[in-house]
């Protein structure tokens, strides 16, 4: 009973190095988004995807990379990391049913450090 | 643009005592309406949803929300509150579900 599975739970960067938070989940959902959360700041929508091959900008994208090469995968890339980019980050995935939208399912959130 | 309004940043209640959270959105046409649930160092757990249909709409753990189209509000309500539901209130807004624009938050805080 997975769900949505990030990894890592927890990631110290320096400046300018680069990582990969892996996002997979294992309910055939078709959509897949990425969010990061900051104090005071609510969720920022950074990237989603509507399926496979297929993704888009959210409202903070600058830094970030992604792909969608699989239905399961989607993981977000930063280039180049910035203290700017210290934040806890999650990954959802969501349906469509007959009754409208589906609810979002989060993993548990990965918690980044940018020294 | 779509948008959320939390207006309290903090809210204390006593257990027992009951309990309103404010959301208040901006959208161009009739939004779907979220609210969600975080417990220190978890991610994020859906309280319940509006599409259409009946304004008063039912979620886990005892929570109910209303939606009000006139006043562009999606208030979320418990009758009674248990210790337990100390944790931080997100309202969401969207036409889509990857896309969802969410309000800052509502920390609750419960006391004896």
């Known amino acids: 009973n997975a769900g949505v599975t990030q990894t890592p739970k927890f990631q110290v960067l320096k400046t300018g190095q680069s990582m990969t938070l892996q996002c997979a989940q294992d309910?055939?959902?078709?959509?897949m988004s990425w969010y990061r959360q900051d104090p005071g700041m609510g969720l920022r929508l950074i990237h989603y995807?509507?399926?496979?091959?297929?993704?888009d900008q959210g409202e903070v994208p600058n830094g970030y990379n992604v792909s969608r090469s699989t239905t399961e995968d989607f993981p977000l890339r930063l280039l180049s990391a910035a203290p700017s980019q210290t934040s806890v980050y999650f990954c959802?995935?969501?349906?469509?049913?007959?009754?409208?939208?589906?609810?979002?399912?989060f993993g548990e959130g990965s918690r980044l450090t940018v020294l | 643009a779509q948008s959320v309004t939390q207006p309290d940043i903090h809210i204390t209640v006593s257990e027992g005592a009951s309990l309103e959270l404010r959301c208040n959105y901006s959208?161009?046409?009739?939004?779907?309406l979220f609210w969600y649930v975080q417990s220190p160092g978890q991610g994020l757990q859906l309280l319940l949803k509006?599409?259409?249909?009946?304004?008063l709409v039912q979620g886990i753990k005892g929570f109910e929300a209303e939606f009000k189209r006139s006043q562009s509000s999606f208030n979320l309500r418990k009758p009674s509150v248990h210790w337990s539901d100390a944790a931080e209130y997100f309202c969401?807004?969207?036409?889509?579900?990857?896309?969802?624009?969410f309000g800052k938050g509502t920390m609750l805080l419960v006391s004896p």
């Open positions: 509006y599409f259409s249909g009946d304004t």
């Open positions: 969401a807004v969207g036409a889509g579900y990857s896309t969802l624009t």
């Open positions: 959208y161009g046409a009739t939004p779907y």
């Open positions: 995807s509507v399926g496979a091959g297929i993704t």
């Open positions: 309910m055939n959902h078709e959509y």
């Open positions: 959802a995935s969501s349906y469509t049913g007959p009754g409208g939208p589906g609810e979002l399912f």
